[in-house]
């Protein structure tokens, strides 16, 4: 899976998932009170509904995050993920989601971003089993799969 100089990375992570009113002002309400307390989101996805959406996200710092949350009084939970940091080129997601259908490993969801000038994107996967997903791309990349 290497295919230049600094090499692609994989990872198992945690995410965060917290739940917010549909109101105007909760997203930078959220943000904003993590910023102050020098939490960087790496990445970050919303997801609205009628009443309520939910924040997907991972953090620098987890577990400064899930207290800054509890004290604050949010609602979330939080899930292990796939944290991958793939080429900003085409074909990048395309590739590992194919090595992980092969080998039998459902996507849930995923998402994902990055510059134009980015050399790397980063890639949240959420599976049912991230351990043993990371280990079928680990091997993928031992083995030299495309």
């Known amino acids: 899976m290497n295919t230049g100089e600094k090499s692609e990375s994989m990872t198992a992570g945690r995410q965060i998932s917290v739940f917010l009113e549909n109101e105007r002002g909760t ?18 996805t ?12 991972v953090v620098d710092r987890h577990e400064d995050a899930l207290r800054v ?42 998402y994902c971003a990055s510059g134009p000038s980015a050399e790397h994107g980063l890639v949240v996967v959420k599976v049912d089993d991230p351990r043993a997903a990371l280990r079928v791309l680990q091997g993928a990349e031992a083995g030299g799969d495309e």
């Not at 919303?46 to 996200?57: A, C, E, N, Q, S």
């Not at 993920?81 to 039998?104: C, M, T, Y």
């Open 27 to 44: 997203l930078g309400n959220l943000t904003s009170m993590l910023g102050e307390k020098g939490i960087n989101i790496y990445a970050l």
């Open 69 to 110: 949350l509890g004290e604050a009084g949010y609602l979330f939970f939080e899930r292990e993920v796939l944290l991958l940091e793939l080429f900003n080129q085409p074909d990048s997601l395309g590739r590992v989601s194919r090595i992980l259908a092969e080998r039998g490993v459902d996507i849930e969801y995923v």
């Open 46 to 57: 919303l997801t609205g509904g009628i009443d309520h959406g939910y924040v997907r996200m």
